[in-house]
């Protein structure tokens, strides 16, 4: 549960806490509809109920309702509800299949409907008496078959409501009465009877027609849909699924100098625990001791191992693929990164795009219309023709053609494949809301330190001696300032013994080295050559930093240290021109360092797609006036000073190894700290855009054309079952493309 402060309508603050809530008995969009208006007629109570991942999401006052209270409104309306179990971390996963009670009735529904379709259908094979065998082989089939359908039916009408459930359960319950009153009463039990199969709604006495193919056929059809989407539902959530399971189970902890294994539930923060390689780093920290290469495609989707030593921060589940580390815990259970996007990912999952509120609305009034369009579609036919028969079977045919399940399954799943895809490419998009925005978006502005840069300090050019770098980095070895850390690292191999280091604030650092007296960094009274100073000046108008290198009473060398451009970012910013975006960097520094950045990456500082010299909190202002402009602005940073630009933007991307601030800032999470990853965030928020566009096309397309046709007598229900079934396969089948989203493409 999380807290949020809401205002009343009497000015208070208030806190609402969050819960999710699992919900077993849906079967339909309708239902889930149902059970989320009767818990937002609570006092205090904001629901959203999600029909794909079974589940509602309520935030709610504590003060005017309690958890029993939502529990037993879901009851209420006729469906069950429960808090989500913890997981269990010592007991396995159930090796159970869910879904084996609906496989089982499929198999036994289908075994024994064949033969009846058959026999219907092909003149041929039907001897006397045949329609007895098929009554003995269907009266299961819809009866003990359609039994989940029945059983949601009765309790919705003992609620006064409808579902799709209901025009199921009236459309193979009345083509099987029909036919027991064929049998029995009407012609259709004499020896000699004989069928034929009509694609149309046939004409004819109707005492001598039976429909036990329908009530069967329909049937086994509809409980073959039913399972294709539990199947692909739980392929849809399989990408979180996994992402939660990627964490380690034990970790190996230090104790008085001891290795001892303890289970993943007992680490402690600031417990320092043993990662040795091709172990998962058990939960968030920094890395004490040790240096190694930690692979960590399982969360970012990069595949290139990353390296850390003492100092470096680590994130759990991360693979260690080299030497042995200690690590130091400072994020424990559902603190950790894993436990975050988890959360991230759910949510996303649980909400509803506004396109998803447009199906809702369509579907809390479709059952009704679908009903009265029946019954008015068996008066019309018994008052133009007087054939029962015909009138009976269109009417059947509305009910069975006219079930919106497609309509029901076209947002959720392609949600929960978008975002679980997501997860897997170190994407995070916080909810489905944010997908509408990234249509819209024409500008992305790009905040440079950290983003479009490193945000690290390295060496870019070395002039002068070739004993300046060597020299330099051993007397810059004994401090810890970024700039030293720079050239330190710029050199391979050891490094000379330093005496009498000394550093001064604002000064440089000193020392005596291979018999030198090595002075860097501060400019003095020593003399400087005209080609070192050209290289100081050219630093200095690039926004670089000079490094002045001197031994012996002489500058002899310059190092330029500058925050070196990521390897992605060009490519980056020309794949967003690729998606219709204007890129625009903003950056504090002065113009010249700016524009040679923007030049590095591929912008034109003519054209103003640079803008320098911002301060922290000016940054907002940028976003607010490009929108003012009337630009759709999307904003990527990773800073604090970056959280108030993120919330003003359109879209927030927030760079995964930023502040906790901007990402909570951000609609978009990137889990790898790559200028590439909005990207894809973009391209993969506009792809399930489009593929729940595409759903909800078909789905709405499919009702409105078959329907009338139905209604016209140009569909016999047996067909009708067959397309109703096969339209929410090809919605759940046209989402699970999703999966198949690669980066960079």
Request: charged letters at 20%; hydrophobic letters at 50%.
């Given at each position: 549960m999380s807290a949020e402060p809401q205002t009343s309508a009497a000015g208070e603050s208030t806190a609402l806490d969050e819960v999710r809530l699992d919900i077993t008995g849906m079967t339909c969009a309708s239902c889930a509809n149902r059970i989320e208006r009767k818990l937002n007629k609570l006092d205090g109570v904001q629901a959203s109920v999600n029909y794909a991942t079974e589940a509602a999401t309520v935030r709610f006052d504590p003060a005017r309702v309690d958890t029993d209270r939502l529990l037993a409104t879901v009851s209420a309306t006729g469906y069950s509800a429960a808090l989500p179990a913890p997981p269990a971390a010592d007991e396995p996963a159930s090796a159970a299949d869910p879904d084996a009670p609906l496989r089982q009735r499929l198999l036994v529904s289908a075994a024994l409907a064949l033969p009846v379709v058959v026999l219907s259908m092909v003149p041929a094979l039907q001897f006397d008496n045949w329609q007895w065998l098929?009554?003995?082989?269907?009266?299961?089939?819809?009866?003990?078959?359609?039994?989940?359908?029945?059983?949601?039916?009765?309790?919705?009408?003992?609620?006064?409501?409808?579902?799709?459930?209901?025009?199921?359960?009236?459309?193979?319950?009345?083509?099987?009465?029909?036919?027991?009153?064929?049998?029995?009463?009407?012609?259709?039990?004499?020896?000699?009877?004989?069928?034929?199969?009509?694609?149309?709604?046939?004409?004819?006495?109707?005492?001598?027609?039976l429909y036990l193919e329908v009530a069967s056929a329909v049937t086994v059809f509809l409980l073959a849909?039913?399972?294709?989407?539990?199947?692909?539902?739980?392929?849809?959530?399989?990408?979180?699924?996994?992402?939660?399971?990627?964490?380690?189970?034990?970790?190996?902890?230090?104790?008085?100098?001891?290795?001892?294994?303890?289970?993943?539930?007992?680490?402690?923060?600031?417990?320092?625990?043993?990662?040795?390689?091709?172990?998962?780093?058990a939960t968030d920290g920094v890395v004490v001791s040790g240096r190694s290469a930690v692979d960590l495609s399982m969360l970012t989707g990069e595949s290139v191992p990353v390296e850390v030593a003492a100092g470096d921060r680590v994130t759990g589940a991360t693979v260690n693929v080299g030497g042995r580390l200690v690590v130091a815990a400072d994020r424990v259970g559902s603190e950790t990164t894993l436990a975050q996007l988890g959360r991230l990912v759910t949510a996303a999952q649980s909400g509803k795009a506004p396109v998803q509120r447009l199906a809702d609305r369509v579907s809390a009034v479709f059952v009704p219309a679908v009903l009265a369009i029946a019954v008015l579609t068996l008066a019309g036919w018994l008052l133009t023709t007087g054939d029962a028969t015909a009138a009976f079977t269109a009417a059947v045919a509305v009910l069975v053609i006219a079930c919106p399940c497609a309509l029901g399954l076209a947002t959720p799943t392609a949600l929960l494949v978008g975002t679980g895809r997501g997860a897997q490419l170190g994407v995070l998009i916080k909810g489905?809301?944010?997908?509408?925005?990234?249509?819209?978006?024409?500008?992305?502005?790009?905040?440079?330190?950290?983003?479009?840069?490193?945000?690290?300090?390295?060496?870019?050019?070395?002039?002068?001696?070739?004993?300046?770098?060597?020299?330099?980095?051993?007397?810059?070895?004994?401090?810890?300032?970024?700039?030293?850390?720079?050239?330190?690292?710029?050199?391979?191999?050891?490094?000379?013994?330093?005496?009498?280091?000394?550093?001064q604030a604002g000064q440089g650092v000193s020392g005596r080295v291979d018999g030198h007296d090595v002075v860097i960094g501060a400019r003095g009274d020593l003399p400087v050559s005209g080609e070192l100073a050209a290289v100081v000046q050219a630093a200095e108008a690039a926004g670089r930093t000079a490094v002045q290198v001197a031994w012996d009473g002489e500058v002899r060398g310059v190092l330029v240290v500058a925050d070196t451009v990521k390897p992605s970012s060009a490519g980056a910013i020309r794949r967003?021109?690729?998606?219709?975006?204007?890129?625009?960097?903003?950056?504090?520094?002065?113009?010249?360092?700016?524009?040679?950045?923007?030049?590095?990456?591929?912008?034109?500082?003519?054209?103003?797609?640079?803008?320098?010299?911002?301060?922290?909190?000016?940054?907002?202002?940028?976003?607010?006036?490009l929108q003012a402009q009337g630009r759709v602005v999307a904003m990527v940073g990773d800073g604090v000073n970056d959280a108030p630009a993120l919330a003003q933007a359109d879209l927030g991307l927030a760079m995964g190894s930023g502040t906790d601030?901007?990402?909570?800032?951000?609609?978009?999470?990137?889990v790898r700290a790559d200028l590439d990853a909005a990207v894809d965030a973009i391209r993969l928020s506009r792809r399930t855009l489009a593929v729940i566009k595409g759903n909800l096309f078909w789905a709405f397309a499919y009702n409105v054309a078959l329907v009338p046709l139905a209604a016209l007598g140009f569909l016999n229900p047996l067909l009708a079952g067959l397309a109703m079934a096969a339209s929410s396969v090809l919605v759940v089948s046209n989402s699970l493309r999703l999966r198949r989203f690669q980066p960079g493409r």
């Open positions: 098929a009554l003995t082989l269907a009266s299961p089939v819809a009866v003990w078959g359609a039994w989940p359908f029945h059983r949601a039916a009765v309790v919705n009408a003992r609620h006064g409501a409808s579902t799709m459930d209901t025009l199921v359960s009236i459309g193979i319950t009345a083509a099987y009465l029909w036919s027991l009153w064929a049998l029995f009463i009407g012609d259709a039990g004499l020896p000699g009877m004989r069928m034929s199969f009509s694609l149309l709604a046939a004409q004819g006495s109707g005492s001598d027609e849909g039913r399972y294709a989407e539990a199947r692909a539902r739980r392929r849809s959530g399989a990408a979180l699924e996994a992402l939660l399971a990627l964490g380690a189970k034990d970790a190996t902890v230090l104790r008085d100098g001891r290795e001892v294994p303890v289970p993943i539930d007992q680490l402690r923060v600031g417990d320092q625990f043993v990662v040795r390689p091709g172990e998962k780093v489905p809301e944010v997908l509408e925005s990234t249509r819209t978006v024409d500008t992305v502005v790009l905040d440079k330190t950290g983003t479009v840069t490193t945000a690290q300090m390295s060496v870019v050019e070395v002039s002068g001696h070739p004993d300046t770098l060597r020299l330099a980095a051993a007397v810059e070895a004994g401090s810890e300032h970024p700039i030293a850390r720079a050239v330190v690292a710029a050199v391979e191999g050891p490094l000379p013994p330093v005496e009498h280091f000394v550093s967003l021109r690729a998606l219709g975006l204007s890129p625009v960097l903003v950056t504090g520094d002065n113009p010249g360092a700016a524009a040679a950045v923007a030049r590095e990456v591929g912008l034109d500082p003519d054209r103003g797609e640079v803008i320098a010299g911002v301060l922290p909190a000016g940054k907002v202002d940028v976003v607010a006036r601030v901007a990402i909570e800032a951000g609609d978009l999470t990137l």
